[in-house]
């Protein structure tokens, strides 16, 4: 982009200005010029074009630029219903009813395994139950790993803000476990399943009770009966109880405890829709966030983990990163199209034609049954760039016609000029994509789709949308108010030069 378009741009100045220099020099000298009727005349040496010698392309795209005159407002209208259509099939464009995403073919043997095992009771079992998730206290969510290896994996921080010894904190633990799994979203990993502390409690009371207590109970609790144990001898009570039975959700460092793990499950199962799982991540840490207020100090910072909730994560990043890019590629078109035109109208009209080729694109994906899944927003990332080409060429042709030209002489000119080499670009692209139609690997298949779709709507959008617009409304002379403000900028420049100059001479003398 950065070195060979600037080189094309030179490339074609100097061959229309009939320039030689040591880079056209194997080609024989030509100028262009325009004719009343906006038909392009070149003046080779040795050789006189005439009419019947004009290549098919030309005439073929010199009678496509006839018709497109003669019905440019008719045009004009149906590209404003075609924007309106695509605009409200595209707000359709919804997410999956599933987080899960295939990347092979339904009747390939891997996917038909997966779906043997789905229809397993153990696995309905499985869904009902939920999916796997912790609460924790004592750690501070942090990823310390490098985040550009895989490899690299994050240690624990603790949070030294953590202390459960207090009377106030072991109660609100013993009483956390029964609000929490009260809620909707909330689910026991088993059905006789209680929180570490809850066990602990119970714990207490049968040492308490019995005739032959436990040695640890004996040498650490100090005779409690239940929970909250004195501050004194919590960490040491509940540390010996944790050993007894080979708890490991109770973590101490030093005879101090530092980390408390709760299990439980969120009702949404395992490849629930995104909708569902984000719907369950907004209430579950509404119900923690309201939980954190009323908790005492050193117990209020808990949080929830689950590998559900990762996957959501991940998902509403790449969908994120697909929009992010749609808006970064309409940035940067419309600043390297300002750049290349220097025209703020042509800028204009260019959006707008790579407008319709990303609303129109989605639209057919749409109309494909598609949704924004984990592998279509890929695709669309990495394609909507492609969007872009073919209606810069055709504004810079547009541009570059020297003086000042009716809009329609212009039109003609750009379609003359730049018509051939984006229909061979599209060609070729096309052909690729038809090819990895017929691969097995779904991403593969679904990124020719997309890379077909963005092609043929950009050929749409750059004859048609672009090339309408200008015929019906485009500038005549598009780098008038451009050129009108770096002239300004030059001048006040200059005149700022001038005055440094003088100052420096008044100070001389």
Known sequence: ?????????????????????????????????????????????????????????????????????????????????????????????????????????????????????????????????????????????????????????????????????????????????DRWFDTDFALRPSSDYQCPINVFDEWLQQQSQSDLPDEGYMQHCGAATSVPVAEDNFDACIIAWSQSIGERSILQENGVVRIIVTSTNFAAPWFSSMEVLGKEWRDSEKWLETDRLHAPEGVNRMYHTASNFWRYDTIERILQTAYGAGAIALAFAAVILLVSSRSFTLTLFSVLSIGYVLIATIACLVGLGWSLGFLEAICLAILIGISCDFVIHFSHAYAMHPGQQARDIRTKFALIHMGPSVLAAAATTMAGAIIMLFTEILFFGKFAVVLFMTIVHSTIGSFFVFLTITDCIGPSDPTKGVDYIVNKIRQWFAAKCSKSVSLREQDKT
């Open 1 to 177: 982009i950065f070195i060979v378009f600037p080189a094309l741009c030179l490339y074609d100045k100097w061959l229309l200005e009939g320039r030689r220099n040591c880079c056209i020099t194997f080609r024989k000298k030509y100028i262009t010029r325009e004719d009343e009727s906006g038909d392009l005349e070149i003046n080779r040496e040795d050789a006189d074009e005439s009419e019947e010698k004009k290549s098919l392309i030309h005439r073929i795209l010199g009678g496509f630029y006839y018709y497109l005159h003669k019905f440019r407002w008719f045009s004009m209208a149906t590209i404003i219903a075609v924007f309106v259509v695509c605009s409200i099939v595209t707000s359709q464009f919804g997410l999956p009813d599933t987080s899960d995403f295939a990347l092979v073919p339904d009747d390939q043997h891997f996917k038909q395994n997966e779906r043997w095992v789905n229809n397993l009771l153990s696995s309905s079992l499985q869904a009902r139950a939920g999916s796997e998730a912790f609460i924790l206290w004592g750690i501070t969510p942090a990823d310390t790993g490098n985040w550009k290896d895989p490899y690299s994996f994050t240690t624990l921080k603790l949070d030294q803000s953590f202390n459960p010894k207090s009377m106030a904190a072991q109660s609100f633990l013993v009483d956390f476990c």
